[in-house]
């Protein structure tokens, strides 16, 4: 018997019909009986087999579903975490930003964007003052570049000035620094626990998945457990219903043995009488007459 094979899926009444138990006869009945028990335990074997290999697959089905569910919790512990290093990083972004704008703030006001470095003012000082030293120049050049190395200097002494407020200025922009450095450890802890989260994620739907494929495999198995064992009642109903008619026949020729039986004992009785009757008028009796007479209790 294989799995794949053709199941009758006709009703007991279809099976045997009310006429063919009425008309077959005993022997033919007897071998009909066996022929559906013999097939009604096949087909409870084949329902058993069915429906073990369909408690195997919901049995694989709870271990997919059961898989995602873990990594969906893990999914979302990690996307909790995400959220979490994403605050952080968003707070000490917004820190830093805010320490930067200061750092600007603070130029500003010193105009320190605006103008030469001192390294270039001095550098120009030197060469001016090289120029007013080997070169021949007129009372009014020299008077020129007198005032215009003057005005170097003053430029440079107010630079150097504000410079030297600035004392606080590098330790501000060190700070921010530090802080957005701080959020970018967590921008990457972000990124790191998100392609974990969404590891997670496409196992759990790779899981979900698999157990649909296998929940509907499981679903097949039982409508074929159910089609086995509907046919196993089937055939199970149909040889009740032949034994039934069996054990009618056998009471119909079981009252049938009983009037001939009571038959015989009539014929015996009505006999027996005529041989007593003919004995009380002298009627000489043969062996069997005196036989039949002790039988019948008339003797």
Same mark, same amino acid.
Request: proline letters at 0%; glycine letters at 2%.
């Given at each position: 018997?294989?799995?794949?094979?053709?199941?009758?899926?006709?009703?007991?009444?279809?099976?045997?019909?009310?006429?063919?138990?009425?008309?077959?006869?005993?022997?033919?009945?007897?071998?009909?009986?066996? !022929?559906?028990?013999?097939?009604?335990?096949?087909?409870?074997?084949?329902?058993?087999?069915?429906?073990?290999?369909?408690?195997?697959?919901?049995?694989?089905?709870?271990?997919?579903?059961?898989?995602?569910?873990?990594?969906?919790?893990?999914?979302?512990?990690?996307?909790?975490?995400?959220?979490?290093?994403?605050?952080?990083?968003?707070?000490?972004?917004?820190?830093?930003? @805010?320490?930067?704008?200061?750092? %600007?703030?603070? =130029?500003?006001?010193?105009?320190?964007?605006?103008?030469?470095? #001192?390294?270039?003012?001095?550098?120009?000082?030197?060469?001016?003052?090289?120029?007013? !030293?080997?070169?021949? #120049?007129?009372?009014?050049?020299?008077?020129?570049?007198?005032?215009?190395? @003057?005005?170097?200097?003053?430029?440079?002494?107010?630079?150097?000035?504000?410079?030297? !407020?600035?004392?606080?200025?590098?330790?501000?922009? @060190? %700070?921010?620094?530090?802080?957005?450095?701080?959020?970018?450890?967590?921008?990457? =802890?972000?990124?790191?626990?998100?392609?974990?989260?969404?590891?997670?994620?496409?196992?759990?739907?790779?899981?979900?998945?698999?157990?649909?494929?296998?929940?509907?495999?499981?679903?097949?198995?039982?409508?074929?457990?159910?089609?086995?064992?509907?046919?196993?009642?089937?055939?199970?109903?149909?040889?009740?219903?032949?034994?039934?008619?069996?054990?009618?026949?056998?009471?119909? @020729?079981?009252?049938?043995?009983?009037?001939?039986?009571?038959?015989?004992?009539? %014929?015996?009785?009505?006999?027996?009488?005529?041989?007593?009757?003919?004995?009380?008028?002298?009627?000489?009796?043969?062996?069997?007459?005196?036989?039949?007479? !002790?039988?019948?209790? #008339?003797?």
């Amino acid at each position: 018997m294989v799995e794949q094979e053709t199941i009758d899926v006709s009703s007991a009444d279809e099976l045997i019909t009310d006429e063919e138990l009425e008309n077959k006869s005993k022997g033919q009945l007897i071998k009909k009986a066996g !022929q559906f028990r013999d097939r009604r335990n096949e087909l409870n074997q084949l329902a058993s087999s069915r429906a073990s290999k369909r408690d195997e697959l919901n049995a694989k089905t709870r271990e997919k579903v059961d898989a995602a569910q873990e990594h969906r919790e893990d999914r979302d512990e990690l996307n909790e975490r995400v959220q979490e290093h994403k605050e952080i990083r968003n707070e000490l972004n917004a820190e830093a930003n @805010e320490l930067f704008e200061e750092v %600007e703030e603070q =130029k500003s006001d010193l105009e320190l964007d605006e103008g030469k470095d #001192l390294e270039e003012l001095k550098e120009e000082i030197e060469q001016l003052e090289f120029k007013q !030293q080997t070169e021949v #120049l007129s009372t009014e050049d020299e008077r020129e570049l007198i005032e215009k190395i @003057e005005q170097k200097r003053e430029e440079y002494q107010t630079r150097k000035e504000k410079l030297d !407020q600035t004392e606080g200025l590098d330790e501000l922009v @060190e %700070e921010a620094e530090e802080v957005r450095a701080e959020a970018s450890k967590h921008h990457e =802890k972000v990124t790191e626990l998100a392609d974990r989260a969404q590891k997670h994620h496409n196992e759990m739907i790779e899981a979900y998945r698999e157990a649909d494929d296998i929940r509907d495999e499981a679903d097949e198995k039982h409508e074929a457990f159910v089609e086995a064992q509907e046919a196993a009642d089937a055939h199970h109903e149909a040889f009740v219903r032949v034994q039934k008619r069996l054990r009618e026949l056998d009471k119909e @020729e079981e009252e049938e043995k009983q009037t001939q039986r009571e038959a015989k004992r009539q %014929e015996a009785k009505e006999e027996a009488e005529d041989i007593y009757e003919r004995f009380q008028e002298g009627e000489t009796l043969d062996t069997e007459d005196l036989r039949k007479l !002790q039988k019948s209790g #008339l003797l």
